[in-house]
């Protein structure tokens, strides 16, 4: 087969005829080609067969399963934000556009909320009010009822005076409240708790 | 350079595994919308063309998993270079061009590993997914026949030096032209002549058998 191909040889275009089937060669080339083609049973069997070898190559690669196209998109994803450094000088992570970004924005989003929400309990009464002890106290006198309430006092003019002493911090902390004084919870407090 | 049709019909820009349909964006609308920052042009570009880029990457490297890879480091490559491509090339030519090099580069560390056979690159479901391969029209022998091309097709690929295989692949199977097949491997229109001229050849050499001529 392979002598039956060369003694064609002179025949053949060579890589002319490739080049014209793929519309590849300029026109006057082309003419020439063309005209041959007209003139050489072999050179056109050459040429069908140049084509059938092309098409059974398109058969072969278009069987082969391609991956899931979601799946890929999820990985490429997945390692485009997993190579966004946080927090690191990388030209990459600037040139990153918002919608890579979401996750950091979600982070600094709660974080607001969580301190306006701090905030908010700050300025409300609620805030001194004991809650369920917890687990575990540092400081005995303090174990029960109000524990970091230390004092409350009803100053002369309908003001109420706070004064708190977070066992963590030595710092007191001191709250003035107008107008009645406060309701404190009904609860006793034991016997050697803080309150005075 | 492209200026006429071949007489029988085959000079067509085929296209098989990158068409999208007319009514859809254009690349380069989606290329322009990605670096804008809008995930779905880019999520779009991804889909429309990544099954084009797996089988350029896995019938050069042809390991499945490796295939895998590069296609996904491709796309990776892709989103880090949007700021850059100015469209000076067509999209797909610039997506080819990252697929072949990352491929040939698979190769290249293959090749300094210790050696191991094509048969051996071959995995546990190539077969299987073969057999699965039966003619459309259920006729066993033609079934068979099919088989046993893909086989020869195989072989042909496989004895084809790396960068002929990319070629013969970017023209038959990708429709690029000369000039986009020049600009991916990086060579000269010369060379991508030549060069396709061999593995055709070789290609029908292998194919002769399943050929009516």
Known sequence: ????????????????????????????????????????????????????????????????????????????????????????????????????AWPRGIVWTAAALVLIAGLTLLQTR??????????????????????????????????????????????????????????????????????? | MVECAGIFGAAVRSNVMGSHPPEAPGDAALVDRARAGEVAAFEALLIRHQAAAFALAYQIVRQREDAQDITQEAFVRVFRGLRDFKGQAAFKTWLHRIVVNLALDALRRRSRQPAASYDDAREPGDEAREEVGTHPEGDPDRSLEAREAREAIRVALEELPAPQRAVLLLREVEGLSYQEIAEVIGCALGTVMSRLHYARRRLRERLRPFLKE
């Open chain 1, 1 to 100: 087969m392979v002598a039956e191909l060369r003694e064609r040889e002179p025949h053949v275009l060579g890589e002319r005829l490739g080049a014209f089937l793929d519309g590849e060669l300029p026109l006057a080339e082309a003419e020439a080609v063309r005209a041959h083609l007209a003139a050489c049973p072999a050179c056109r069997t050459d040429a069908v067969a140049l084509g059938q070898a092309g098409a059974l190559l398109r058969e072969a690669v278009a069987a082969e399963p391609a991956p899931d196209p979601e799946a890929v998109w999820r990985a490429v994803r997945a390692r485009l934000q997993a190579e966004t450094p946080v927090g690191a000088p990388d030209r990459r992570r600037r040139t990153l556009p918002a919608w890579l």
């Open chain 1, 126 to 196: 609620e805030w001194v009010t004991p809650a369920p002890g917890p687990p575990a106290l540092p400081s005995p006198s303090l174990a029960a009822g109000p524990p970091a309430l230390v004092e409350t006092l009803e100053g002369g003019s309908g003001a109420t005076v706070m004064l708190y002493a977070p066992p963590e911090s030595p710092v007191p902390v001191i709250w003035v409240f107008e107008g009645e004084p406060m309701e404190m919870p009904d609860a006793p407090p034991p016997p050697d708790a803080g309150t005075t």
